[in-house]
Every structure is written in C-alpha cells, then in structure tokens.
C-alpha cells in the first residue's frame, strides 16, 4: 500500500511540475520584412535557399518568424504569419528569422507568391545557369534585398588573409600569390551578388559576407583540383604566422579551409 501511495505521489508531483511549467506562447505581428536568395554549396548538388528577416528589431536574437509553405513543382507559396517569441531569450537586439531550403531547380519560370501577415505579393522566379532573378511587382511589407543571384562557377575559391598589425600586410598578400604559383587562375566573374561575396565592375572581389573590411586583402581564384594544395598553404602560414595573419578560404564545393582551427 506504501508503495503505490508512494508512486502515486511521484506521479501527481510530476504532473503539477509540468502545468507549472508550461508556458503560454506569445507572438508579435511580423510587419515589414526582408527576402534574400542564397544558393547552398556542396558537392554535386546545388539548393536555393531563402531567408527571411524582420525590419523590426526585437529583444531576443532567436526569434523566428512562423510561416506555412507549399510548393508544387517548382511553383511555391509561403505564408509569413507572425513572430514567435521564444521561451529562452538570447539577450541582444536582432531580427526574428526564417530559413527555407527551396531545394534544387532546373532551368526555368516559376510562380511564386509571398504573403507578408494579410498582405499577398506575387511574381516569377526565372532559372537559369548564370542567375536566380526574383522579379516581383511592386512588393509590400517586403523588401527584396538581391533581385538576382549569381550562380556560383565550378572550381571557384574565394576568401581572405586579414592581419591586426600593418607589418604583415605584405605576408598577407603574398598568401595570394602563393596561390598562383600553385595553379590558381584569375576567376573573371562578372559583377554581381553571389550571394557569399559581390564582385565589383572592376571584376575584383568587393566585399565577403562575414569577414572584416579593414586590415584585410580578398582574393578569388578559379582553382581546379586544389584542395590539398590549398590545406597545405593554409598550414604553412599557420605554423609561420601562427594568429598574426588569419586566412580563410572557400571552396564552390562548400568546403571551408581555415587557419583557425
């Protein structure tokens, strides 16, 4: 008898914590917001992904915005609904998010329709191999940040040597051109966003998305067959410079050769 008034306890004990702990959701409206396309990167497959991201900034970092999405040959629907409020705040102010994998799209014109809380907007998506281009009429509460992507060329590597101390500015560009004495080529792409950099009209990489403007050289190559090439530079500079010089590298392929680690 002990025992199941014993277990009997536990049970009740465990079902009055768990009401307590229940917490009621709150949402916000989503409001005005932001569209990027970005092509994922791996190898032997290519998605397209787009990320939505409020004007508004909110409280928490890890907000995320709610959505619905269909999608039937290619054509697709989403819903931006609302702004769910987390339980567990990231303390700093940012945008509430969304991230969809569209998956991957041959060549092509595609419906699309975007609705932003009560507010629908529609257009095209046309495909091809150069570019994405997202061609919406008049769009409301929704500002497209990039209306073409460029798609990546094979075999392209892109990155940069960034240095805290201006005496190894020329350590740092040498990294380049230890690349082209490898085989590394001039990658020529036109100018545009390709999402994880933009080239400039000079056909020179402008900016890197994630990576420090000053104090800083960018470099794009066309590069075919050299990753170990590439791990072994990086290695070297490392063992040489140790954190007096940080290089990153990217690959078309998604892949990631860092200094750092």
Not at 40 to 56: D, K, Q, V
Not at 127 to 134: D, P
Request: charge should be negative.
């Amino acid at each position: 008898m002990k025992k199941i008034s014993l277990l009997l306890f536990v049970v009740l004990s465990i079902t009055t914590l768990s009401s307590c702990l229940k917490i009621k959701k709150e949402y916000a409206p989503v409001g005005e917001v932001n569209f990027k396309m970005i092509e994922s990167l791996a190898p032997g497959a290519r998605y397209l992904i787009c990320e939505f991201s409020t004007e508004e900034q909110f409280g928490c970092l890890n907000y995320l915005i709610r959505y619905d999405y269909t999608s039937n040959m290619g054509n697709f629907e989403i819903h931006l609904k609302d702004v769910e409020k987390s339980d567990f705040c990231l303390t700093a102010p940012g945008p509430a998010k969304a991230e969809l994998n569209l998956g991957t799209y041959q060549n092509g014109d595609y419906v699309v329709k975007i609705k932003v809380g009560d507010i629908e907007n529609q257009g095209m998506l046309k495909v091809s191999a150069q570019h994405y281009v997202l061609d919406v009429s008049a769009p409301q509460n929704l500002t497209i940040v990039t209306d073409t992507l460029l798609r990546m060329p094979e075999h392209t590597i892109w990155g940069y040597a960034s240095y805290q101390d201006d005496q190894f500015e020329t350590s740092a560009i040498a990294f380049t051109d230890s690349l082209e004495q490898r085989g590394a080529q001039p990658a020529n792409l036109p100018a545009g966003d390709f999402g994880y950099f933009t080239i400039g009209q000079n056909s020179e990489i402008a900016s890197i998305t994630n990576a420090p403007e000053e104090k800083v050289v960018y470099f794009i190559y066309r590069f075919v067959d050299g990753d170990n090439d590439i791990m072994d530079l990086v290695s070297d500079f490392f063992v040489t410079y140790s954190n007096d010089i940080i290089i990153i590298v990217y690959t078309s392929e998604g892949q990631t050769f860092s200094s750092l680690s």
